[in-house]
């Protein structure tokens, strides 16, 4: 049994960076700190990273993570703020479809992770979250911080957006309380979980038995349920009756043969396509069959025209289809019939409105949609008479020739040399033609025509719940999972989204994780200035005054500085659009050595913001 109640200092001096040499495992006959044997059980659920920012509360699983695991499986990775620890899990998350660890500190850290945990839930993205509490038993608190930090109900702070919460009183609780944490964060619809793990207990000792320790292999989460085959069925004959099917593409996962059946499918039926950019890739943005290019939530007059014209919709998990019928057709109730393929009303709670406005279902199945295109697939093929194929084969043609090449969107404001939005996607694409790449993350108004998705990991979403800041730490959780995939991590941020979160790329350093970060600063909050231009002429009063306290201008924030200050190397700021092509492309060579580089780029801007 490792660190068994000698302990297993090491003399040998150890950066915080590499991993210390892992005590061997032993057997669990014998008496042990509670931490030891939880931070096995960390290691049995599969953790391979835990974001942590320390603390007291916690001191006794650090301590037996780095010195008893090794700091391996987890490898404890620290963040500079516990808003970023849960954003670098939920980044991770994204990639690999796994949860990782996160780590803060009693009721003061677990506030400031609060933001980013509803993120992660409206993303519907796995996440373990461990919080420390300050001794429970009130005869055993040593400070007055103890006292602060004694929260008799610590995940009522959270309790309203994750899948779970827990606060085990004894070390065997403990135990079973991370396997049933890890089975329901695996299980769809997916989703952050915390457990309390008091401090005392951690640091208690226990005779443990090997005969006590349960086996993790029996507590894995449920596979998916399958599609009802009579629903499938039924699907399959009305798109194959169809005369305008319409795919709404949405929440699904990176898997590349996924993807492949999801292209097939449109393809089988001559489906129209939409894809969405709060949710990551689903649809080849520049294929035939997809419509306009995405956006957040609302879609362009072409999109509303494609979904006015269909006879039947089949939604796969799309986030909100009452904001698109409602756009199509001027009322939730879409005359099309729509089949939709989600887990989502699992996750339906009484706080927040995350499951968005009620929209119909002719056919609901209940199975996510990777379980349900294949299914789908093979039930069409196999009833697919010639007249259908004739059908589809003309459907194809016709968006062939429909197909109109994506127009540059230039700045709404300035002259040749200035640089939109559109033209950092353009350089991007030079920058990176060739490369297996990942668009961790793109700002609002981000234009998918200059840069195509044309692979699941080629874009990863926005940041869940709108809640501005998660970009940074995402991004670094992103490109954390990337590491050793060869697939190149970029992440364009907004200014005001970098500056809420600027410390988690501190991480990406320490880790050594390669990425490339583009600011496209604007100088301020854009959008929100559009708001007040907006309610200042709904008023009939001066738009001039749009920026005053919406600016971040005076003084202008040295976004590079921020980045060296914190390892990364970088150039900028870049306001020519001549100059970005060989920036971005130098920027590559430095990520693909294995270096993060940072670009401020001084944008104009392109894009119409929401408001009205
Ligand atoms: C936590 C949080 N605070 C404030 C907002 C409101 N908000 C939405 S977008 C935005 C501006 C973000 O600035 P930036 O990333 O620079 O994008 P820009 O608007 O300039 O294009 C703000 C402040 C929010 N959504 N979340
Ligand atoms: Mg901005």
């Not at 008799?152 to 606060?167: I, N, P």
């Not at 294949?374 to 968006?399: C, H, N, Q, W």
């Not at 970088?570 to 990520?591: H, M, N, Q, T, Y």
Request: with cysteine; hydrophobic share 45%.
């Amino acid at each position: 049994m490792p660190g068994k109640m000698r302990g297993t200092s090491t003399r040998a001096r150890i950066s915080t960076v590499d991993t210390p040499a892992a005590v061997p495992p032993g057997d669990f006959d014998g008496t042990f700190f509670n931490s030891d044997t939880i931070a096995h059980a960390l290691r049995e659920i599969g953790l391979r990273y835990a974001a942590v920012c320390p603390g007291s509360s916690f001191r006794g699983v650090q301590e037996s993570v780095v010195n008893a695991l090794g700091n391996r499986d987890p490898q404890l990775v620290l963040c500079l703020h516990e808003e970023h620890a849960v954003a670098i899990a939920h980044g991770y998350a994204r990639v690999t479809g796994e949860p990782m660890g996160v780590v803060v500190h009693c009721n003061v850290g677990l506030m400031h992770a609060a933001m980013a945990v509803y993120n992660a839930w409206c993303d519907r993205m796995p996440m373990i979250i461990l919080g420390g509490v300050g001794p429970l038993d009130s005869a055993r608190r040593r400070t007055p911080i103890d006292w602060l930090h004694s929260v008799s109900d610590q995940g009522s702070l959270v309790r309203q957006y994750v899948k779970w919460d827990d606060q085990p009183l004894s070390p065997r609780a403990t135990i079973e309380s991370l396997l049933r944490a890890n089975q329901i964060a695996r299980t769809a619809p997916r989703g952050p979980v915390y457990v309390t793990l008091d401090q005392r207990l951690q640091e208690d000792t226990l005779p443990y038995r090997n005969a006590d320790k349960p086996d993790a292999r029996r507590f894995r989460a449920p596979a998916p349920p399958a599609p009802e085959p009579e629903l499938v069925r039924q699907a399959a004959q009305w798109l194959v009756a169809a005369e305008h099917p319409v795919i709404l593409a949405g929440r699904v996962s990176r898997d590349e043969r996924a993807w492949n059946v999801r292209v097939r499918l449109a393809e089988t039926l001559g489906a129209a396509v939409l894809t969405d950019l709060k949710v990551a890739a689903a649809f080849p943005t520049d294929h035939v069959l997809h419509g306009p290019e995405p956006a957040i939530a609302f879609t362009s007059a072409a999109g509303e025209a494609i979904v006015r014209e269909a006879d039947v919709v089949l939604s796969l998990d799309w986030w909100d289809p009452a904001t698109l019928f409602t756009q199509a057709w001027g009322e939730i109730n879409a005359p099309a019939k729509v089949i939709r393929c989600s887990l989502d009303n699992y996750a339906h709670r009484g706080w927040t409105r995350d499951h968005m406005a009620l929209a119909p279902a002719d056919l609901d199945i209940l199975a996510e949609p990777d379980r349900v295109v294949p299914a789908l697939l093979g039930e069409i093929e196999r009833v697919a008479g010639d007249e259908f194929r004739r059908r589809t084969v003309e459907r194809l043609l016709a968006r062939t020739r429909e197909h109109v090449a994506p127009v540059p969107a230039r700045p709404l404001t300035g002259g040749p040399e200035d640089i939109g939005l559109w033209d950092i996607g353009a350089a991007l694409r030079e920058a990176l033609s060739g490369m297996a790449y990942c668009l961790v993350r793109a700002p609002l108004g981000w234009h998918v025509d200059a840069l195509p998705i044309r692979h699941p990991l080629e874009y990863l979403g926005a940041d869940g719940a709108a809640g501005v800041g998660g970009a940074p730490g995402m991004s670094v959780g992103s490109a954390l999972a990337l590491r050793g995939t060869g697939r190149l991590p970029v992440a364009v941020i907004g200014d005001g989204d970098f500056l809420m979160g600027v410390s988690a790329l501190w991480t990406a350093a320490s880790t050594r994780t390669p990425m490339l970060v583009i600011i496209a600063n604007n100088c301020g909050y854009y959008i929100d200035e559009q708001h007040q231009a907006t309610t200042a002429r709904t008023r009939g009063r001066a738009v001039e005054t749009a920026h005053v306290a919406q600016r971040i201008s005076e003084p202008e924030v040295d976004i590079l500085a921020m980045a060296r200050a914190q390892g990364f190397a970088g150039c900028g700021p870049i306001a020519k659009r001549s100059e970005l092509v060989p920036a971005f492309l130098a920027a590559v060579d430095a990520v693909k050595r294995g270096e993060r580089y940072l670009i401020d780029v001084r944008i104009k801007p392109d894009y119409e913001g929401y408001p009205k």
